[in-house]
């Protein structure tokens, strides 16, 4: 018995990628926050999301989109300094939904189209990228506006396009001052 609970905690350990995501998050059930050693992950629409327990998950999938909105997920890992978000383009969505992130992040979208030829539209960001079936195209972009967007698929491709929608959802910067490093912006010259 006890072997079973040490490979459930072996398989559900915190890739390292993702731990300084973490430490800044909160159950988005409990408002806890999330311990490394215990939190438990779930994937929803492309983005991965992290609980302080399995019951907390449970809670979660009974309304999904309460929670999310309440507590956006922050999507893709940081690397160097800049958020690398993998996307996909498929009739007719856009994942992960919502695209996550924080204000101030230097952002790099790797979209891929996986099905026909979509477009990647978000207005306030002048950003419309088109994407040829298959092929990845990259879209970088610093967030500095807050709040929350929306994708369009700006290309026509079939009877859902209009209804081809995605979020961008850009978090305010929290006022306190717990902020860690910003080693991304270096103004050290
Ligand atoms: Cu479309």
Redesign the pocket.
């Known amino acids: 018995m006890k072997k079973i609970i040490m490979m459930i905690l072996f398989l559900t350990a915190v890739p390292l990628a993702f731990a300084a995501d973490m430490a800044m998050q909160k159950c988005p059930v409990t408002g806890e926050k999330l311990d490394p050693k215990t939190a438990v992950n779930y994937e929803y629409k492309g983005n991965t999301y992290w609980f302080c327990c399995a019951d907390c998950v449970g809670q979660f999938k009974k309304d999904p989109d309460k929670y999310i909105t309440a507590m956006p997920p922050l999507s893709g890992t940081v690397k160097n300094g800049v958020r690398e978000i993998t996307v996909t383009a498929k009739k007719?969505e856009f994942l992960p939904d919502p695209i996550g992130v924080k204000q101030g992040e230097k952002i790099r979208l790797k979209i891929t189209a996986t099905d026909t030829a979509?477009?990647f539209g978000v207005k306030e960001y002048n950003i419309n990228q088109d994407l040829p079936a298959g092929k990845e195209q990259i879209v970088e972009f610093t967030a500095d506006k807050a709040g929350t967007f929306t994708v369009k698929?700006?290309?026509?491709?079939?009877l859902g396009?209009g209804s081809?929608k995605g979020k961008l959802i850009v978090m305010p910067l929290q006022e306190k001052m717990s902020m860690p490093e910003h080693s991304g912006m270096d103004h050290s010259h």
């Open positions: 007719y979509h477009g698929c700006t290309v026509f491709c079939g396009h081809m």
